[in-house]
Structures are given as structure tokens and as C-alpha cells.
């Protein structure tokens, strides 16, 4: 049995990663914003098979304090964490900044699965084999390098499907840079396009467009399909390296060039790293 944490948990592809990991017997964390979907999602996985005994940690993604105290509540678990899913993720309709002044989509899609990663580190490297972190990117990485100079939309006109790309790109350029400082420690990191799916993102990022929940309707595959693909990842393929990957559902791929830009990994990770005062 392994113990797999996995923001954004409560719906959606996270909340299929969870439901087809815990139907294998393995003891799942479900990190999530709202603490009543969070415990719909923490009874729905009791009413699985096995006896594994799962938790939900409330955190919510905005807030960099609520982030950390999410952290702390995994570490005070006191067991070794095999797998971090980084799944959590927004789309709001227009410019909306986080509790601590970012860009929304970059605060929650990627900020702080920084944050929440790199204080998770203890853990994941207490794992027997090697532990994986899964990042949840998409397909929609592809496009400009990231913007270092507006990152935060400050200047130029905001864009949902901009701030997306940007978003999804970093945790690109996040996992290469992770798989570098844990290259050798037992943590293997790797970025994921899962694939498309009617969840409540994709409504969210179609929602613009005439027919728009009709659409994700039409293109979105049905999310329990994503589940091992997902699980797959998180706790397969031992025979395999799978630290700085990227993959296209099951496939590794390469990604963007923008994405495989060494300079522009360490760039972000040194932003990062003082946007929320992590001394990693």
C-alpha cells in the first residue's frame, strides 16, 4: 500500500486519479479548497474495496499560508508519501488576483504546487523506491515562453486562454527544474497532459465561446478514463527513469521548445522561489 497526495481532488480528473488509486488499496490524501466536497469525495473513497484509511487535508491553493499549513497537516501524517499529484487548477473568466497578489491561474496552478512540493520533499524522499511527482500540465503549454517581465498580467491585456498557456507551461519548466535538484534522491518528477475531459476546467475554459459547455461536452472524454492514466504514472513503471519526462497521456513525449528551455526552468524556479519566500 502507498500513500498518494493529490490536490484537487474532490471532482474531475484528480478525484478519478483518487477513486482508481484507492480501488488498488492504496491510501489516498485529498488535498481540497471547499471541506464539504472534500468530504463527499473522502466517502465516496470508503465506499471503495479495500481498508486502506484516507484522509482530507482543506487547503485552500490561493493562499500561500493555507498551502503550508496544508503541507504541514501531510508531514504531521508521519508516513512516507510515494506520489504527489499536482492536479489543482483555475479558470476564471477574467483577471483575478490570489490572497498574496498573483495572477490567479499562476497562484494556484503552479505557485503553489511549488511551494507545496518543495516542503513535501522530507516526505517523498522517506519513500522505499523511488516516489514520483505527478504535475498535471496540458497540450496548451505549447506557445510563447513564459513572460518574466508580466507574469501577473499587470501590463498587458489579460487573456484566460494566455494566462492558461503560461500557467500550464510553467509546471513544465517547474518539473525539469525540480528533476535537476532531485536527480539521485529517490524523487522522480514529471510533467502530464492527460488529456481532454468534460470536467468542470474545461466548461470553465470553453465557457467563452458560443455552445461553449455543449462543446466540452462533445470533445471532453469521460473523466474516469484519466484515472490510470494518472495512477499508472504515480506508482507504475518502476523499471523506468521517469524523472524530467513529459508525457502525452500514456506516451512520453518531448514538449515545447519553450517548456525545454534550461535558462527559462532555473529562471522560474529563482522567481518562484522569491515571489513566495521559499528558501529552496
Not at 481540497?32 to 474495496?49: I, N, Q, S, T, V
Not at 486502506?52 to 491553493?61: I, N, Q, S
Not at 472524454?221 to 506508482?235: F, M, N, Q, S, Y
Request: net charge neutral; with cysteine.
Amino acid at each position: 500500500m502507498k500513500t498518494i497526495a493529490i490536490t484537487g481532488a474532490n471532482r474531475g480528473v484528480g478525484h478519478a486519479a483518487a477513486c482508481h488509486l484507492a480501488s488498488q488499496g492504496h491510501r489516498i490524501v485529498l488535498v481540497c479548497r471547499d471541506e464539504g466536497r472534500g468530504r463527499e469525495a473522502l466517502d465516496a473513497l470508503a465506499d471503495l474495496p479495500g481498508d486502506a484509511r484516507h484522509h482530507l487535508v482543506t487547503a485552500d491553493l490561493a493562499s500561500l499560508d493555507s498551502v503550508r499549513a496544508g503541507a504541514r497537516a501531510i508531514l504531521e501524517l508521519d508516513t512516507p508519501v510515494d506520489a504527489l499529484i499536482n492536479n489543482a487548477a483555475t479558470v476564471p473568466g477574467e483577471r483575478m488576483l490570489s490572497q498574496d497578489g498573483f495572477e490567479m491561474q499562476l497562484a494556484v496552478t503552479h505557485l503553489a504546487h511549488f511551494v507545496l512540493t518543495n516542503l513535501l520533499l522530507p516526505a517523498l524522499q522517506r519513500a522505499p523506491v523511488p516516489s514520483r511527482v505527478v504535475t498535471v500540465s496540458s497540450g496548451a503549454h505549447g506557445g510563447p515562453a513564459f513572460d518574466f517581465d508580466d507574469p501577473n498580467f499587470e501590463r498587458r491585456p489579460y487573456r484566460t486562454t494566455v494566462a492558461y498557456q503560461q500557467s500550464k507551461l510553467a509546471n513544465v519548466l517547474f518539473t525539469g527544474a525540480l528533476a535537476r535538484r532531485t536527480a539521485g534522491s529517490g524523487v522522480q518528477p514529471l510533467a502530464l497532459h492527460p488529456g481532454v475531459y468534460d470536467t468542470g476546467l474545461l466548461r470553465d475554459y470553453v465557457s467563452k465561446l458560443p455552445g461553449g459547455r455543449f462543446l466540452a461536452r462533445v470533445v471532453g472524454g469521460r473523466t474516469e478514463r484519466a484515472g490510470p492514466i494518472l495512477a499508472d504514472l504515480a506508482v507504475g513503471r518502476r523499471d523506468e527513469d521517469l524523472g524530467g519526462a513529459y508525457f502525452n497521456k500514456g506516451s512520453r513525449q518531448s514538449p515545447s521548445a519553450a517548456a525545454r528551455d534550461e535558462a527559462a526552468q532555473e529562471r522560474l524556479w529563482a522567481w518562484s522561489a522569491e515571489a513566495t519566500g521559499l528558501d529552496v
